[in-house]
């Protein structure tokens, strides 16, 4: 079955401090992956998106994230982190033969202390 | 802000009754996307309507129903609710049917009583 893995619930991190979010995925074929942050009360955003083509993608905000077909995992990551930047974060996937619907992590939360 | 716009923000009801939660997509949009957000199940995804017919189904319960009107917006009917069927409820949009980049909408809370 298709799935989408965030193995951490929660995570906190230093203002200036580097991030990286873990997602793995299990697909029958090389997905279409996304990553979208939610704010508080708020709707999802799209930080960033893959399709093919380089495997490292640049993103808003100063997100990047790095597919890694043999590892199936797409981790977003960011050098250094905002107070603005706590929210929770999703990772998708999708696939063109299945119209558009997108299967969910389940979410990581991220703290960012000062 | 998406583009994409939901009404009502907020909605709270009783067991048993029946609402409509509204989308409509940015504009262009052809395909419109409705999930379920709970704390138990996380993001679900529910429908997707393309250019007015159903292009993808998800867990969507036989209680529930969606359509997408000539002038692209959508509505998801809810009915027999059950305390369980309290959740944020999102509209997204996209312009094609296939993969591709979706816009999400901020989302109606329904509140089952």
């Known amino acids: 079955a298709q799935s989408v893995t965030q193995p951490d619930i929660h995570i906190t991190v230093s203002e200036g401090a580097s991030l990286e979010l873990r997602c793995n995925y299990s697909?029958?074929?090389?997905?279409?992956l996304f990553w979208y942050v939610q704010s508080p009360g708020q709707g999802l955003q799209l930080l960033l998106k893959?399709?093919?083509?380089?495997?490292l993608v640049q993103g808003i905000k100063g997100f990047e994230a790095e597919f890694k077909r043999s590892q199936s995992s797409f981790n977003l990551r960011k050098p250094s982190v905002h107070w603005s930047d706590a929210a929770e974060y999703f990772c998708?996937?999708?696939?063109?033969?299945?119209?558009?619907?997108?299967?969910f992590g389940q979410g990581t939360e991220l703290s960012v202390k000062p | 802000d998406s583009g994409v716009t939901q009404t009502p923000k907020h909605l709270i009801t009783a067991t048993g009754q029946r609402v409509t939660l509204r989308c409509s997509p940015r504009?262009?949009?052809?395909?419109v996307y409705w999930y379920q957000q709970s704390l138990d199940q996380g993001l679900q995804f529910l429908i997707q309507?393309?250019?007015?017919?159903?292009?993808a189904k998800g867990n969507i319960l036989e209680r529930f129903s969606a359509q997408q009107f000539p002038d692209l917006h959508s509505e998801l009917n809810l009915s027999s609710l059950e305390l369980g069927d309290s959740a944020l409820y999102f509209c997204?949009?996209?312009?094609?049917?296939?993969?591709?980049?979706?816009?999400f909408g901020p989302g109606t809370r329904l509140t089952v009583l």
């Open positions: 997204a949009s996209s312009p094609y049917g296939g993969a591709d980049t979706q816009y």
């Open positions: 697909y029958g074929a090389t997905p279409y």
């Open positions: 893959y399709f093919s083509g380089d495997t």
């Open positions: 998708a996937v999708g696939r063109g033969n299945q119209g558009g619907k997108l299967i």
């Open positions: 504009s262009g949009d052809l395909s």
């Open positions: 309507y393309y250019n007015g017919e159903e292009r």
